[in-house]
């Protein structure tokens, strides 16, 4: 949907258009189940008559987005000012040499911390006079496409970013006008929240309901409101590409690129056009290096990029951090009739179906919106750090929607759409060290969301607004400042040094992400210590009395010993410990069976290509000896997409099932698989996630 009119301007080279452009062809222009695309596109009256989209339908490029070859390879007489290596000499396609980009700054990852951060780099740019190129990766088919949340929104962050798109004050109109801009844009609501209830479900049936004045003050929705993230993110994308940034949907950030293996100097996109038997195909092309002065990274929970780096620079030791702990969200997006059709409701709960008494140490709880027109999204949030190896959080969620009190919220009505991702839940203590030579962390790839308010859409806004300022100011200090962009100079100089922006650190410490992240910091460990009635007792007590400032922390960070933390993989137990659950037939009505509602994410990926979900190799025996043996094969029942299961005790990876949640990377028996990313423009097809 974004089209690309800047690359036409700066970028039109023959050999750097064909890379990305023919090779993406075959993988995207016709990437999606693609009637899920053509049904949520019409966002209205039309969207509950496509529930199950067709798979072998087609779909139009102005369906599915502008941004193709056809628009770019017509403007490759355009002339670009950046250098390029190639070299046609190597005896393999594999082994030849990419063709490199120079920018100023390269995102990786497309989403509202990414977006906020090009876009307010290009006010600085345009308020200072010092221009930066800037450049965004996204892996999904087209900007919002692998965006998924909840989603109520706080939107002072949003209102932050806008309010410089006028004259550079803080008193810009745009801040006020975002909803009637988003309505314009995406033909999508931002619905005031209207009616806030928390309720405590009973298996048998029943609920009670907390009053909000014994509600953390952090769960108040007031001023909030209901949208769809993905639609947010289309929007901020057209913003950001008309103030100059590049996007470039539909290729996966492959590999982080080193100077000298001590800083990072940018990225590579995947290779295209390779057959599962690792030879190249007809359509192969390289894939092309993205080098910036500043690298930053904003791919969500548990990006593949942003975790090698963390890794590689020891980023949790230094930072004295805990693991990261991260819970499993499932969502489906209801279309209802007007009778159950509440606008601005918004609903929690804990209980049922995860927690049956107050020492229940499941962690998690259920969210139910209602969005204008008249759309329901309902979803569940399971704690990654559960015991129970047969617990099954998509069936956990099909059973929590047969309770009366959500039942009643959707019935009559047609689910249109259906998607999982994984969040961060380890909070305060789980933040790692920021930056590192030549980068930095953003939003959920650094573990910005508080779970507590349910919420972390804002933080990873105010992050990115925080990191351009903090890259702004450090790349346009000094003398003859200018004249050292790529804006300017079309290239990198080779003899400057990456640098490591240490100011993002210290300008997010300071900020009110940090006092609300310190403020519950404790209130997970004390779920996971002591069950839901303690941790309700205890968030309680932070909330209302200490407000962050107990002298105590409850998890112990781990600092050097982070390999003898306990990870969400290593809690789970033996499954000589529990019994099998049952659980009941899906309606086809209220409740779906997995792959009928995995139609409804028009989840697509290029069948011939290697598997991108890879075991490791120095734990190829889990798989044969451990996981079905020990534990009896949890992975064939925490993936929300079908994709791991066992034939006659062997493992079969249905790698084209893949939705990207990132689960499989967290909870697998020793975590066991290596997610790498495939093709890009794979994946779910999200339309008003």
């Not at 993110?233 to 000298?260: K, N, W």
């Not at 790698?655 to 779910?684: F, L, R």
Request: negative net charge.
């Amino acid at each position: 949907m974004l089209r690309c009119a800047n690359i036409a301007k700066r970028s039109s080279v023959g050999s750097l258009s064909a890379a990305f452009f023919r090779g993406s062809t075959p993988a995207v222009a016709n990437s999606s189940r693609n009637a899920a695309v053509a049904a949520y596109s019409t966002f209205g009256h039309e969207i509950g008559t496509h529930s199950k989209p067709n798979a072998s339908e087609p779909v139009s490029s102005s369906n599915h987005r502008k941004f193709t070859n056809k628009s770019i390879c017509n403007n490759t007489d355009h002339q670009l000012h950046r250098p390029f290596s190639s070299d046609s000499d190597a005896d393999s396609p594999l082994d030849q040499p990419r063709e490199a980009m120079h920018y100023d700054v390269v995102i990786v990852g497309g989403g509202p911390a990414g977006l906020a951060a090009s876009i307010r780099l290009k006010q600085l740019s345009s308020q200072k006079g010092i221009d930066l190129s800037v450049c965004i990766l996204e892996k999904g088919s087209e900007v919002g496409s692998h965006i998924l949340s909840g989603n109520v929104f706080d939107p002072k962050a949003l209102e932050e970013l806008l309010s410089h798109n006028d004259n550079g004050d803080n008193d810009g109109a745009d801040s006020k006008n975002w909803r009637e801009a988003l309505l314009e844009s995406q033909d999508s609501h931002a619905t005031p929240v209207t009616d806030d209830a928390f309720l405590v479900l009973t298996e048998s049936g029943g609920s009670y309901q907390v009053p909000n004045i014994f509600l953390p003050s952090q769960l108040h929705n007031h001023g909030n409101y209901i949208i769809s993230l993905s639609k947010l993110a289309r929007y901020l994308g057209e913003m950001a590409e008309g103030m100059g940034v590049e996007i470039y949907p539909g290729f996966a950030a492959d590999e982080v690129l080193y100077a000298d293996g001590k800083a990072v100097k940018g990225v590579a996109t995947k290779d295209v056009g390779i057959a599962k038997d690792g030879e190249t195909k007809d359509t192969f092309e390289r894939g092309v290096e993205l080098l910036g002065r500043q690298t930053l990274f904003a791919e969500g929970a548990r990006g593949s990029c942003s975790e090698s780096i963390i890794s590689k620079f020891n980023l949790r030791q230094e930072g004295g951090a805990d693991v990261q702990h991260f819970g499993l969200g499932i969502k489906e997006v209801w279309e209802v009739p007007e009778e159950n059709f509440k606008p601005g409701f918004v609903q929690h709960t804990l209980g049922f179906p995860l927690q049956s008494s107050v020492m229940d140490k499941v962690y998690g709880g259920s969210f139910l919106y209602h969005q204008e027109p008249n759309l329901v999204l309902c979803g569940l949030v399971v704690g990654l750090d559960y015991e129970n190896p047969y617990i099954n959080p998509y069936q956990e969620f099909q059973r929590w929607k047969t309770h009366p009190a959500i039942k009643s919220h959707l019935e009559g009505g047609t689910c249109v759409q259906y998607g999982a991702r994984v969040l961060n839940e380890g909070g305060y203590h789980s933040l790692p060290k920021l930056t590192f030579p030549g980068g930095m962390l953003l939003g959920c790839s650094a573990g910005f969301l508080n779970a507590v308010k349910i919420k972390g859409s804002h933080c990873a806004i105010q992050s990115g607004i925080v990191a351009a300022e903090s890259v702004y100011e450090s790349l346009t200090s000094g003398d003859n400042a200018e004249e050292k962009t790529v804006a300017s100079m079309g290239e990198i100089n080779a003899e400057e040094s990456p640098l490591e922006v240490t100011k993002y650190a210290e300008n997010m410490e300071k900020s009110w992400v940090y006092d609300e992240l310190k403020e519950v910091r404790n209130c997970h460990e004390a779920f996971s210590r002591w069950g839901v009635g303690g941790g309700l007792l205890y968030t309680g007590i932070a909330a209302h009395i200490t407000k962050g400032r107990e002298p105590w922390t409850l998890p112990t960070p781990v600092g050097n010993n982070i390999d003898e933390a306990k990870t969400d993989a290593k809690s789970t137990k033996p499954a000589k410990d529990f019994q099998p659950i049952k659980y009941p037939a899906p309606d086809g009505i209220l409740t779906f069976d997995l792959l009928t509602n995995l139609q409804r994410s028009g989840t697509y990926h290029e069948d011939d290509q290697p598997s991108h979900l890879r075991i490791k190799a120095d734990v190829a025996h889990v798989p044969e000896n451990i996981s079905l043996q020990v534990y009896a094969a949890p992975e064939s029942r925490f993936c929300p997409a079908g994709v791991y299961e066992y034939v006659d005790e062997k493992l079969v990876i249905n790698a084209q099932n893949c939705i990207h949640c990132k689960c499989c990377s967290i909870k697998m028996p020793e975590e066991y698989i290596d997610w790498t990313v495939p093709e890009g423009g794979g994946g779910p097809q999200y339309q008003v996630m």
